[in-house]
T-cell receptor, first 114, second 111 residues
């Protein structure tokens, strides 16, 4: 079975500062990893995905994530936070790309301080 | 990508009643899914809705409580039956089309 752990249920950063949201995974087979963002009162939007190609993955809105097998991590970063980045972020894993069943982390709420 | 709509967007219901949530996607998809997001928590998969066959439920979810229909390749419904306050959640449908795309969710409050 696979799982993901998101460290920090709440993260606050100043506008213009680095955003770092942590995700660690557990999987007995090579995982496929995703980051989703949920803005208030909206559904989930895919930010980026790792599917065993490049370990550094670039997504939308200036976000990127790096797959580190040795650390079983897939942390999400953005060099400079914008007010519009305030949202809930979810890391998710599946062991079967082409498989539908995603296992989600508990989420991290990102607050941007003006 | 996929354009997914859900109805209703939100509802407030009384204990013991049932609510049916509709999910419509803009073009045909093989697999549709229903998730639950309880307050302050992450998403949990309820079931996979397959066209032409019964839904496949995850551990902890049963058909009597969450009956699902999938009459065609663009539409599905989820019914939350005999509701209690513990059913207050956001219910999201999603579809798989190379990647998984989510609808906007239905925010359910049970009094």
């Amino acid at each position: 079975a696979q799982s993901v752990t998101q460290l920090g249920s709440h993260v606050s950063v100043s506008e213009g500062a680095l955003v770092l949201l942590r995700c660690n995974y557990s999987s007995s087979v090579p995982p496929y990893l995703f980051w989703y963002v949920q803005y208030p009162n909206q559904g989930l939007q895919l930010l980026l995905k790792y599917t065993s190609a490049a370990t550094l993955v670039k997504g939308i809105n200036g976000f990127e994530a790096e797959f580190k097998k040795s650390e079983t991590s897939f942390h999400l970063t953005k060099p400079s936070a914008h007010m519009s980045d305030a949202a809930e972020y979810f890391c998710a894993v599946t062991t079967n790309f082409g498989n539908e069943k995603l296992t989600f982390g508990t989420g991290t709420r990102l607050t941007i301080i003006p | 990508s996929a354009v997914i709509s859900q109805k209703p967007s939100r509802d407030i219901c009384q204990r013991g009643t049932s609510l049916t949530i509709q999910c419509q996607v803009d073009s045909q998809v093989t697999m549709m899914f229903w998730y639950r997001q309880q307050p302050g928590q992450s998403l949990t998969l309820i079931a996979t809705a397959n066209q032409g066959s019964e839904a496949t439920y995850e551990s902890g979810f049963v058909i009597d409580k969450f009956p699902i229909s999938r009459p065609n390749l663009t539409f599905s419904t989820l019914t939350v039956s005999n509701m209690s306050p513990e059913d207050s959640s956001i219910y999201l449908c999603s579809v798989y089309r190379v990647l998984q795309f989510f609808g906007p969710g239905t925010r359910l409050t049970v009094l």
